[in-house]
């Protein structure tokens, strides 16, 4: 079975920094590359960005692009969130997901229950 | 800003059929495949229709997606009490070269 727990949410000031993390099992974790999804509260999902299975790849959304950083430890089974500068906006439950290949790209399928990041003064 | 097109809300009573409507472009439902999430109230979404038609194993066929063009809808028939939820369509933008999801849609079974 697919498991995924987040953490290293919590509560930080404008400006301020959070790493999230991710632990994966149930399923072969370097064959699959992985999301980050976010929802702030009461709003829609808002893809954050996505890894391949062995790290080369990386995407960002424009709202995150040079603040966050995606990356993995395949030797962990583990997955990775540094936040740098952040804002208000980036207040949100942040979701660990699996990426599964299917057509062209890779279809967030299986996610965890989430980690809620404040930022706040 | 969501640059996939979702009705805010849809509702039916026990045993009807409803269907969300998902508006997209060239760039994302024009050239890929849709996807679409079920999020029941306090819990995280789950997948529910992916590659615009296929079904993951346990979702009840009382679900069914389809695409035309740069529009993709989820039907869902034989509305159960259960199905109250927000629903989200979602696929890859070739132009913004990520993932993109709907403005999601509220689904209330009177």
């Known amino acids: 079975e697919v498991h995924l727990v987040e953490s290293g949410g919590g509560v930080v000031q404008p400006g301020g920094s959070l790493r999230l993390s991710c632990a994966a099992s149930?399923?072969?974790?370097?064959?699959?590359?992985m999301h980050w999804v976010r929802q702030a509260p009461g709003k829609g999902l808002e893809w954050v960005s996505l890894?391949?299975?062995?790290?080369?790849?990386?995407s960002y959304a424009d709202s995150v692009k040079g603040r966050f950083t995606i990356s993995r430890d395949n030797s962990k089974n583990s997955l990775y969130l540094q936040m740098n500068s952040l804002t208000t906006e980036d207040t949100a439950l942040y979701y660990c997901?699996?990426?599964?290949?299917?057509?062209?790209?890779?279809?967030?399928?299986?996610w965890g229950q989430g980690t809620l990041v404040t930022v706040s003064s | 800003q969501s640059v996939l097109t979702q009705p805010p809300s849809a509702s039916g009573t026990p045993g009807q059929r409803v269907t969300v409507s998902c508006s997209g472009s060239?760039?994302?439902?024009?050239?890929?495949?849709v996807n679409w999430y079920q999020q029941l109230p306090g819990t995280a979404p789950k997948l529910l229709i992916y590659?615009?038609?296929q079904r993951p194993s346990g979702v009840p066929d009382r679900f069914s997606g389809s695409k035309s063009g740069t529009s993709a809808s989820l039907d869902i028939s034989g509305l159960q009490s259960e199905d109250e939820a927000d629903y989200y369509c979602?696929?890859?933008?070739?132009?913004?070269?990520?993932?993109?999801f709907g403005t999601g849609t509220k689904v209330t079974v009177l």
């Open positions: 997901v699996r990426g599964t290949h299917s057509g062209s790209y890779y279809v967030p399928d299986y």
């Open positions: 149930g399923f072969t974790f370097d064959d699959s590359a």
């Open positions: 890894i391949s299975g062995h790290g080369g790849g990386t």
């Open positions: 060239s760039s994302n439902i024009g050239s890929n495949t």
């Open positions: 590659s615009s038609y």
């Open positions: 979602a696929a890859w933008d070739d132009s913004l070269n990520g993932y993109v």
